[in-house]
């Protein structure tokens, strides 16, 4: 089985940062697409960052030049730093990769379980 799992999570105050970090293990032949997504309450999950293999990235409007997304290859590692954290930035946020288990095999998408961020004086 394949596991995506999230940590560095936690309580921070506005203005302060975090580094999100999500381990890929498992029978893993290669890893494509991997993002950051967050879901706050009541509300649906969206995008935060997806950074393409190569190294490519995207972010969403309220992100950029706040988070950088980046990722180990080697590792099979991704990870975000939050800077100048904003209340509006609470909620649990979850990595995503799209890989394919076997060198034949159909590419499929991954899920973490989700670490909470709160941000908040």
């Known amino acids: 089985q394949v596991q995506l799992v999230e940590s560095g999570g936690g309580l921070v105050q506005p203005g302060e940062s975090l580094r999100l970090s999500c381990g890929a293990t498992?029978?893993?032949?290669?890893?494509?697409?991997m993002g950051w997504y967050r879901q706050a309450p009541g509300k649906q999950r969206d995008v935060v960052a997806v950074?393409?293999?190569?190294?490519?990235?995207n972010y969403a409007d309220s992100v950029k030049g706040r988070f950088t997304i980046s990722r180990d290859n080697a590792k099979n590692t991704v990870h975000l730093q939050m800077n100048s954290l904003k209340p509006e930035d609470t909620a649990v946020y979850y990595c995503?990769?799209?890989?394919?288990?076997?060198?034949?095999?159909?590419?499929?998408?991954?899920w973490g379980q989700g670490t909470q961020v709160t941000v908040s004086s």
């Open positions: 995503k990769g799209n890989l394919r288990r076997t060198p034949g095999g159909i590419t499929n998408d991954y």
């Open positions: 498992g029978r893993i032949f290669r890893i494509y697409d």
């Open positions: 950074i393409t293999r190569d190294g490519s990235t």
